[in-house]
């Protein structure tokens, strides 16, 4: 079979090799990343066959464990939908960390089901099989190949389980053991080595776990483990993470303590001023209309009230929920507007407890400023100004994009004067930065980019996409996200509860990211893209926040969604949100 002709979908897994006496401390996780796997392995099934003939399944494994003594099973993973195919091979592996526990002792049994509805949650169990730990990890490939039965102990098909080589120091990395080049009559490709080094460096410098800056003020990590396949016949070994920050309290509580502390500050200003003239406080007692009538306007003794003052309303309840958007934003807008009035101000932390790790707010409304305290070896690497006390300030910008129904009404019959405002404000300031950035440092300080496209080209583009008159023009979204990478900066998304919308878009930005900067084949781009959103780390985010594993989405307003930001079937419904 030639290079052109075989298939992208399959590629050489790095296999676990470990000697037997290193089994028990690499499953107990001794001298491991807690960010790392002690295990990890891909699935891949062939000749699936479902009682209709004429129809090949719909599959997904569903992964369950138990570890004697425990008598009942566990379940702990799934792999994403394939449809349509007998042989199905899936993206996300399956990854045991440190606080699983397993041992050599402990079960994994894989279930094998057919959706026959995913919009309905339909399926039924096809096929089964068990395995020990240590049988997987004591093969000579340290791959299974297993028979999967029916509930009526009929052969329905294969289950093939290819474990992954745990990350060494590359110090430290011993020799490979080679696969067998087909797998179930496949041909199976070589792995670039380098792929897996340059992660190994990496996770050791900005683990969740580890690092002592990012341990202070994050916690709660979930993790997901995917294998993507690259444009070169290789592999991409992801680890997606979504953690939760001990921030989300500590600023808004030192925030407010410092509005609250000038407020009283104030208060004893006021009562400082002592009483108020006899003639104010004899007004303020009579029997008088709570308003000055115009031609009052003119009297001395009432020249501190507001001329003809009054608050007219009007109240109307309906469906269209325009308005709470709209609010979002103006709420957004000067949010980043008041970014521009806080500084910063790196300090060497005085431990690496995490109180100490902590950033401290100073100031009040005319400014603010955020003292963040850094690791002596962090402090020591910045430029000599920072380290003596130099006030850094950001250059916040804001890009929106409605995607919803309310946005193509607002479109149609409203006013979407507010977003295209916003967008070319931040533009403007966006091009200012760039600006002011080549006239100071080069740009070969930024970070690399497999991109062809370079930033001056990439804010041209941004530039014509603001100014265009394009309904839902999400190419605006992505440009400005690529920009903020390119440019080093730091950068968040969100929607109006950051669960739902957001879900959409960072799964779509980290598909994008790996198939132009890391060279995703793009022929997994979308079963990579609906293996993230239904499998990934933000489908999990939902039951955290609405105790449910669905986005809050209805197919009438997934029809008004951009192609790219609509979840696949099965993953969303009416929840409260």
Not at 121 to 149: A, C, R, W
Not at 166 to 172: D, I, N, V
Not at 209 to 222: E, N, P, Q, Y
Request: proline share 5%; net charge neutral.
């Amino acid at each position: 079979m030639s290079a052109r002709q075989r298939p992208w979908s399959v590629y050489r897994a790095s296999t676990l090799d470990i000697s037997s006496e290193m089994l028990g401390l690499a499953l107990a996780g001794n001298s491991q990343d807690p960010d790392e796997p002690v295990l990890e392995f891909s699935l891949a099934c062939s000749e699936l066959t479902t009682p209709n003939l004429d129809r090949k399944p719909n599959s997904f494994v569903s992964v369950s464990c138990t570890t004697p003594p425990q008598a009942f099973w566990t379940k702990h993973a799934q792999t994403e939908i394939i449809e349509g195919t007998a042989n199905p091979m899936f993206l996300s592996s399956v990854a045991f960390f440190q606080d699983s526990f397993i041992n050599q002792q402990t079960q994994i049994k894989l279930s094998v089901y057919d959706v026959k509805d995913r919009s309905q949650g339909t399926m039924y169990l096809l096929g089964s099989i068990m395995f020990p730990v240590k049988e997987l990890l004591q093969d000579k490939n340290h791959t299974l190949h297993l028979p999967l039965s029916s509930a009526e102990n009929k052969q329905v098909g294969n289950i093939t389980v290819i474990a992954w080589q745990l990350e060494e120091k590359r110090e430290q990395r011993v020799p490979v053991a080679r696969l067998p080049d087909t797998i179930n009559g496949r041909t199976v490709l070589a792995v670039d080595e380098s792929l897996t080094e340059s992660m190994g460096i990496r996770a050791k410098y900005a683990s969740l776990s580890k690092d002592t800056l990012l341990r202070s003020v994050f916690g709660g990590t979930m993790s997901r483990m995917y294998r993507f396949p690259t444009t070169d016949g290789n592999h991409l070994r992801i680890l997606e993470q979504m953690a939760e920050s001990v921030l989300s309290l500590n600023v808004p509580r030192q925030f407010v303590k410092l509005l609250l502390e000038e407020d009283a500050a104030r208060v004893c200003e006021l009562e400082e001023l002592g009483e108020l003239s006899p003639c104010w406080e004899n007004l303020r007692a009579a029997d008088r209309p709570s308003f000055k009538a115009s031609n009052l306007k003119a009297d001395k003794k009432l020249e501190f009230m507001p001329t003809n003052l009054h608050v007219q309303r009007m109240r109307v309840q309906d469906d269209t929920g325009f308005g709470e958007e709209l609010a979002m934003l103006e709420d957004m807008s000067v949010g980043i507007m008041d970014l521009r009035n806080v500084t910063f101000k790196v300090t060497q932390a005085i431990s690496t407890s995490s109180p100490d790790m902590l950033p401290v707010i100073t100031g009040n409304r005319d400014g603010f400023n955020v003292r963040i305290p850094l690791p002596g070896s962090m402090f020591d690497a910045l430029p000599r100004e920072i380290q003596n006390g130099m006030l850094l300030r950001v250059q916040p910008v804001l890009f929106n994009v409605g995607i919803n129904e309310q946005q193509t009404l607002a479109e149609k019959f409203g006013d979407t004067s507010l977003q295209e405002l916003i967008n070319i404000e931040s533009l403007a300031r966006l091009n200012s930065y760039y600006e002011q950035f080549k006239e100071v440092l080069p740009e070969d300080c930024l970070p690399r980019s497999r991109s062809q496209t370079c930033l001056p080209e990439l804010l041209r583009f941004l530039g014509q996409n603001v100014h265009a008159r394009k309904n839902k023009n999400v190419d605006i979204l992505w440009q400005a996200a690529e920009i903020c990478r390119r440019l080093n900066g730091v950068r968040f998304t969100s929607c109006k509860s950051a669960k739902d919308r957001t879900a959409m878009s960072v799964t779509l930005e980290q598909c994008l990211i790996l198939q132009h900067e890391h060279g995703m084949a793009p022929q997994v781009f979308t079963q990579a893209l609906d293996c993230m959103r239904s499998e990934g780390c933000r489908r999990e985010n939902t039951v955290k926040n609405v105790g449910c594993r669905k986005y809050a989405f209805n197919y009438l307003q997934l029809k008004a969604f951009p192609k790219h930001y609509r979840p696949p079937d099965g993953t969303f419904g009416k929840v409260e949100s």
